[in-house]
């Protein structure tokens, strides 16, 4: 489990196929001190398990079902990549509960002009059906806002702060990134899916039914 809250940003040294997906390995900064065989990062938003650590870098194994849904399969050597270990149990939880489950993928729709905040991105409606006005969601594992949203479409507004530490500062438009939507907000949903309730609707006799008197 994460929380949203990018700690490095990592340079990509290398990447290797393999017969099951294919090997990162990626240098960690100051995380690498903190790091065993074993541990969980979170990689652009999606959660990796540390396979070998040397020399201040770690290789990461990523499966092909990651890399056909997430942006991990595009990247190359000397890409920049969004780092985060995993969320202690006595840890502040400043961003949102973020899995490391990449949904999908968005593409750049428009850039902060000078003076502007919102970045906008195409999404499959798949994606956007499981947003809300106001709510979370996890871009290249960033925690952010929804600023906007409509069917397709959504926008966050993004801060100096981060824009500088993370890679999303260099987006441009057309880029792909990963995106984690809020995993509360999938609970409730297919809960409601499960009662029949999302096309009708909440009514006072379904919850009833429900056994709420």
Known sequence: MFTGIIRHVGLLRDVSRTPAGARLRID????????????SVAVNGACLTVAALAGGAGEF?????TLARTTLSQLRAGAKVNLETALRASDALDGH?????????AKVRTVPRRGQS???????RELTDWMV???????????????????GRFGVALIP???????????????KVNIETDVIGK???RCLRQ???????????KLADMGFK
């Not at 194994?61 to 079902?65: W, Y």
């Not at 006005?133 to 069917?151: C, E, Y």
């Not at 009662?195 to 006799?205: C, E, I, N």
């Open 28 to 39: 960690l900064g100051p995380l690498a001190a903190k790091l065993t065989n074993g541990d």
């Open 61 to 65: 194994d990523v499966v092909a079902e």
């Open 97 to 105: 509960l973020v899995q490391g489950h990449v949904d999908g993928t």
């Open 118 to 124: 919102v970045m906008e991105f195409d999404a499959p």
């Open 133 to 151: 006005p106001k709510g979370s969601v996890a871009i290249d594992g960033v925690s952010l806002t929804l600023a906007s949203l409509a069917d």
């Open 161 to 175: 702060t981060t824009l500088a530490e993370t890679t999303l500062g260099g987006l441009a438009v057309g880029d």
């Open 187 to 189: 609970y409730v949903r």
């Open 195 to 205: 009662l029949g309730t999302t096309s009708q609707g909440l009514t006072v006799d």
